[in-house]
């Protein structure tokens, strides 16, 4: 029973233009978001979250959108850049902080900028 | 830079064996999580310690334990290996109660492979 999914497990996009990772998730529950890029070798890097009780965040080229009433998170990178070329994860929690606080994840999107 | 620390990178063990990995997490979180990342699929809640105590556990048997030091370093010990606990564990590290939203900072992670 995956409770965040991400149905695209690859994306290949031109340097300089759009990416869009999409998430969806189940549980009414989850309160807060989080989108991480993983290089190979490497431990998730966190990217960027949003509460809830918004429904955009912005941090230079990333944005990510939340419709809550569709329960679908979008991550969009502007311009891409070789270098954003990663696995990106979108994760979710029941809360932002406290003393429990557990991550559920989507597998991954394995996002490709081509020079 | 996170500052998480797991040791060690790689390790090979053999069905029916136990082993104990290791994360130093980043300087002033309290909060320890540890996450099982199969092949093809994005992390996996395990547990979760906080001030020593375990504090949330995913659907892992009981043969999965950990421990938690009053410097807030960890370990995760695994008893009577399977050749499904193949996988890379990875540890994060988070100061929930903070201010802000306390996204989870993540070690590089440990390959563990059972022959």
């Known amino acids: 029973d995956q409770q965040v999914k991400q149905n695209s497990p690859s994306l290949s996009v031109q340097e300089g233009r759009i990416s869009i990772l999409n998430c969806d998730y189940t549980?009414?529950?989850?309160?807060?978001f989080l989108w991480y890029k993983k290089y190979p070798a490497e431990g998730p890097t966190f990217l960027i979250s949003i509460s809830s009780i918004k429904d955009k965040n912005e941090d230079g080229r990333f944005t990510v959108f939340l419709n809550k009433s569709a329960k679908h998170l979008s991550l969009h990178i502007v311009p891409s850049q070789p270098g954003d070329s990663a696995v990106y994860f979108c994760a979710a929690s029941p809360n932002s902080g406290g003393s429990n606080y557990k991550l559920t994840f989507g597998k991954g999107t394995l996002l490709t900028v081509n020079p | 830079e996170t500052g998480v620390t797991q040791s060690p990178t790689h390790l090979i063990k053999t069905r029916g064996q136990q082993v104990t990995l290791r994360c130093s997490s980043q300087s002033g979180h309290n909060t320890v999580s540890w996450y099982q990342q199969a092949l093809g699929q994005g992390p996996q809640f395990i547990f979760q310690?906080?001030?020593?105590?375990?504090?949330g556990r995913g659907n892992f048997p009981p043969r999965f334990s950990g421990l938690q030091f009053p410097n807030y370093s960890s370990e995760l010990n695994v008893n009577a290996l399977e050749l499904d606990d193949s996988a890379l564990y990875l540890c994060?590290?988070?100061?929930?109660?903070?201010?802000?939203?306390?996204?989870?900072?993540f070690g590089q992670g440990t390959r563990l492979t059972v022959v």
């Open positions: 310690y906080y001030r020593e105590e375990e504090n």
């Open positions: 549980n009414s529950m989850f309160d807060y």
């Open positions: 994060a590290s988070s100061f929930p109660g903070g201010a802000d939203l306390t996204e989870a900072f």
